[in-house]
């Protein structure tokens, strides 16, 4: 190739490499981004409805597994999760009582919207203490106790979320998980996998086959009045990134004074196995009063657990930050 003809050649390769990156330039300034989803709509939370669900499972007596009271709330239970939920699925699994019997158990998970992929769980407690161990009346110490908020408010707040999201559709998977056998434990932390069986064996056997959530949140005693829900150890271990963005919507929504900043010791609860078993970042957002020596308030494992230590006020606060949370979850604002 001769020297001029050589020169224009490399010109026109050099013009040809300028022309195809300005066009690929402009193919990529031309990129449509994705739209972002609605801002969601976060409902009203209903504290009378949700009283009224701790009122009822109240009706049915102890809910130690093997007992009547049991047996009756679970298929309470079963029944309204079923008016609302896409779909209720009961396992059952053998628990072990304090008193060494071994009935049958029930974990109960209502599942809405099971075809979306992204999920989150939301969970309680629905049994209670077969025993009053903190009860000052010793005559009474082996007896069951009423469960008003331990246990209770937990499901009386969840059942409430259900009917809900029944009403208002939601762009996310959520699973009710209401765990069975949680309080049935040993006194004193000797046998620690005693507690929360329920959670134990869900962990290990979700209703799922491969099931994965992004995060979960625990409810335990969040019904009485002046509840203070602090930022949980096994919470701020495991799933801190959670507990930093609940406390600070909570304080936002108004509820500073029940959601407060202070840092407490981890509790063996649903959420310790959730977390280390399963793998699923979970929070407790469970009430530790500082003016008790147990850590919990003045009525735990006794029997004054009744419907006279639950607030309306508290269930409100509790049922509409984990409401904001699930529909902010939705919308991709959380």
Request: net charge negative.
């Amino acid at each position: 190739m001769k020297p001029a003809f050589r020169i224009l050649f490399m010109l026109a390769l050099i013009i040809s490499a300028i022309a195809c990156g300005s066009d690929k330039e402009t193919e990529s300034e031309t990129e449509v981004p994705a739209e972002p989803k609605p801002k969601a709509v976060i409902p009203a939370f209903n504290a009378d409805s949700a009283y009224a669900f701790i009122e009822k499972q109240l009706s049915f007596g102890p809910r130690v597994p093997g007992s009547a009271g049991h047996k009756a709330c679970k298929e309470w239970l079963v029944s309204t999760l079923g008016q609302w939920a896409d779909d209720v699925i009961e396992q059952d699994f053998k628990a072990k009582n304090i008193d060494g019997s071994t009935p049958t158990a029930t974990n109960i998970i209502a599942v809405f919207n099971p075809d979306i992929k992204e999920r989150i769980i939301l969970s309680a407690h629905w049994d209670t203490r077969a025993v009053a161990d903190y009860d000052e009346d010793t005559s009474r110490k082996k007896d069951p106790i009423p469960g008003a908020d331990d246990g209770g408010s937990g499901v009386g707040v969840l059942l409430e979320i259900a009917r809900i999201l029944k009403e208002n559709k939601i762009d996310l998977g959520v699973d009710i998980v209401l765990f069975d056998a949680e309080d049935q434990g040993a006194e004193g932390g000797e046998d620690m996998e005693s507690w929360c069986q329920g959670a134990q064996y869900w962990s290990r056997n979700p209703h799922e086959k491969g099931y994965r959530a992004s995060f979960g949140i625990l409810l335990d005693m969040v019904g009485s009045e002046g509840a203070r829900f602090t930022k949980e150890g096994i919470s701020t271990r495991y799933a801190n990134q959670i507990v930093e963005k609940v406390w600070p919507l909570a304080q936002g929504m108004g509820y500073g004074g029940f959601f407060v900043n202070e840092n407490t010791g981890p509790i063996t609860d649903d959420h310790y196995y959730v977390n280390v078993i399963a793998g699923i970042p979970m929070i407790d957002i469970i009430n530790r009063p500082h003016t008790t020596t147990t850590g919990f308030g003045h009525y735990w494992h006794t029997h004054d657990d009744t419907i006279d230590v639950i607030s309306k006020t508290t269930l409100r606060a509790v049922g509409q930050v984990v409401l904001a949370v699930t529909f902010k979850t939705s919308d991709g604002t959380f």
